[in-house]
C-alpha cells in the first residue's frame, strides 16, 4: 500500500529526469549527482509502486506507466506553482510572514544589509531575520531560507546564481595616501601595513601586476574582510578590497583608491538556496531586486 503524499519529495527529479532524459542532465540542472538522482527515482518508484523507467543505453525512457505518471506530476507542479503566485498576490497582508538571509559581515555592514531591510519592509515582510556566513559551508541552513556568501561553486544540493565577480583594488585612508611613495619609477610600499585576510598571495599577485615593490612593508593578517575595510578607514594600513564593499566609503572619501591597478579575486558573491526553493517567488524576488541595488555601486 503505497503511503499517501511519501513521494512528494521526489517529484523535481522526476520531472527533470523525464522532461530531460537522462540522469546526467537532471543533475547538473538540479545540482545533485547522478547517484543522488538514481537515488531519489528508486524511492520514488518503491513509493508508488510504478515501474517508471526503463533504460535506453544511457539515457532513460519512461515506460507507459511513467507516461502516465509524468503528464499528471507536470499538471499539478504547474497548479502548484499558480496557486502559490496567487496566494503570494492575496495573503500578504492576512498572514504575517518571515524571511531568514545569511550575508557576509563585511557585505553585510557595508550595505547589503540596509538593501536586505528596505526589500523586507516593501514586501511587508514581518519577520525579517539575518545571520552571518561567509562561504556556504558555514551556513546555518536550519535558519536561513537564502544565503548571499563570497564562495565558489559548486554547492552540493545547492540552487545558485551569480550575483558578483569580484576585482581588488588597493584602498587606504586619505590621512595614509602622503606616505605613499608613488613618484619614483619604482615605486614601493615600504614601511607601509599591508592589509589581508588570506595567506598573502593576493598581495604578491597584486604587486607583480601594478610593479609595486612590496619589500620593507609590514603585513597584518586579519580575521575578516570587516577588519581589513575597519583598518584601513581608521588610516591604520592599505587593503586589498572590492568596489563592492568600499563604494559607499569612496564615495564619502572616508576611502580612496591610490592605484588604479586591479586583480580578480580568488572567490565571488553568489546567491545560493536550497535546491526546492529556487523556485520560491519572494525568493526570486529577493535576488532580483538584491542584483538592483549592486548595479549603481559598480558603475
Not at 537515488?39 to 517508471?52: E, M
Not at 526503463?54 to 519512461?62: D, F, I, P, S, W
Request: aromatic share 8%; hydrophobic share 45%.
Amino acid at each position: 500500500m503505497v503511503r499517501p503524499l511519501a513521494f512528494l519529495p521526489y517529484l523535481k527529479v522526476f520531472e527533470a529526469v523525464s522532461r530531460l532524459g537522462t540522469l546526467r542532465g537532471a543533475a547538473d540542472e538540479l545540482h545533485l549527482s547522478p547517484s543522488a538522482i538514481s537515488l531519489q527515482l528508486r524511492k520514488l518508484g518503491d513509493a508508488t509502486g510504478i515501474v517508471l523507467f526503463e533504460r535506453n543505453g544511457r539515457n532513460v525512457a519512461l515506460t507507459e506507466a511513467g507516461r502516465d505518471f509524468s503528464r499528471t506530476v507536470s499538471q499539478a507542479l504547474a497548479q502548484l506553482s499558480m496557486a502559490v503566485r496567487d496566494s503570494g498576490r492575496h495573503d500578504g497582508h492576512a498572514h504575517a510572514r518571515s524571511l531568514s538571509v545569511s550575508l557576509p559581515t563585511a557585505l553585510g555592514v557595508a550595505w547589503l544589509s540596509g538593501a536586505v531591510v528596505e526589500f523586507a519592509e516593501s514586501r511587508s515582510i514581518s519577520n525579517l531575520i539575518i545571520n552571518e556566513a561567509i562561504v556556504a559551508d558555514a551556513v546555518d541552513w536550519e535558519r536561513s531560507d537564502i544565503a548571499v556568501v563570497y564562495d565558489n561553486p559548486p554547492f552540493a544540493g545547492r540552487w545558485w546564481q551569480l550575483l558578483s565577480e569580484v576585482q581588488l583594488k588597493t584602498v587606504c585612508s586619505p590621512v595614509l595616501f602622503p606616505r605613499l611613495d608613488l613618484q619614483h619609477r619604482e615605486r614601493r610600499l615600504n614601511g607601509i601595513t599591508l592589509l589581508h585576510e588570506d595567506d598573502g598571495q593576493e598581495w604578491n599577485k597584486w604587486a607583480i601586476a601594478a610593479r609595486v615593490d612590496l619589500q620593507g612593508s609590514a603585513r597584518v593578517r586579519v580575521p575578516s574582510v570587516a577588519h581589513a575595510v575597519a583598518s584601513a578607514v581608521q588610516g591604520r594600513g592599505i587593503a586589498l578590497l572590492s568596489d563592492v564593499l568600499t563604494g559607499s566609503y569612496l564615495n564619502e572619501g572616508r576611502l580612496i583608491q591610490p592605484f588604479s591597478t586591479a586583480i580578480n579575486a580568488a572567490r565571488a558573491y553568489y546567491f545560493v538556496a536550497a535546491t526546492d526553493r529556487a523556485d520560491d517567488p519572494l525568493l526570486q524576488a529577493f535576488v532580483t531586486r538584491i542584483a538592483e541595488f549592486l548595479k549603481p555601486m559598480k558603475n
